[in-house]
């Protein structure tokens, strides 16, 4: 389901469209809050402030407020500022902590957000691929994933490496049109 679908899902059918926002987003919310709080925060910690942030969505969702740029980008905000509210909560609460710590701790050079959409849109790629079917799925990964010529594949698939080529051609413009029919557009 993509941002559009879920969008208008919202807006006609508000508790399946909550369901299915709780769904879609549910790993990537955990992900940023458990960044923040996994070195002083315990798992009930973790799973307050996710429930928190879906509490704040589904509230903002019940007044029919809608929203500017996309529901990733205003979801992974709100699990943001919710996670360091919690984190500032814990520290200070613990007393083990100076403010310069507290400070450098929650800044990361990794880029939570980057990874975690790169490791959706690698599995919604994958499962395009596979969706392609045999043996467009397995030329697709054997070139694309392991780097074989169009030589080896035949031998793999038995089929020339003439076949191949265009087949692998054919799979990629289909895939290209199934990605974008899933919001995948990079």
Excluded: W
Excluded at 52 to 79: H, M, P
Excluded at 144 to 160: F, Q
Excluded at 170 to 185: C, N
Aim: hydrophobic content about 35%; proline content about 1%; some cysteine.
């Amino acid at each position: 389901m993509n941002e559009n679908e879920l969008m208008k899902l919202l807006k006609s059918e508000p508790e399946k469209g909550q369901r299915a926002f709780y769904d879609k987003y549910f790993n990537y919310v955990y992900t940023i809050v458990f960044s923040y709080l996994k070195n002083y925060g315990s798992i009930e910690d973790i799973d307050e402030c996710v429930g928190d942030v879906f509490a704040q969505c589904f509230l903002f969702f019940d007044r029919q407020e809608t929203i500017e740029g996309n529901i990733k980008a205003f979801t992974a905000s709100i699990a943001r500022r919710k996670a360091v509210d919690a984190y500032r909560r814990l520290v200070r609460h613990s007393g083990n902590i100076s403010i310069e710590e507290c400070d450098e701790e929650l800044r990361s050079n990794d880029d939570i957000e980057e990874t975690t959409e790169m490791s959706e849109i690698r599995q919604i790629l994958y499962r395009k691929v596979k969706e392609l079917g045999e043996p467009e799925s397995t030329i697709i990964i054997q070139k694309y994933y392991y780097g074989r010529s169009s030589r080896e594949i035949s031998e793999i698939v038995a089929m020339s490496a003439d076949v191949v080529r265009a087949r692998c051609s054919r799979a990629m413009k289909k895939l290209r049109d199934m990605l974008v029919k899933a919001g995948v557009s990079r």
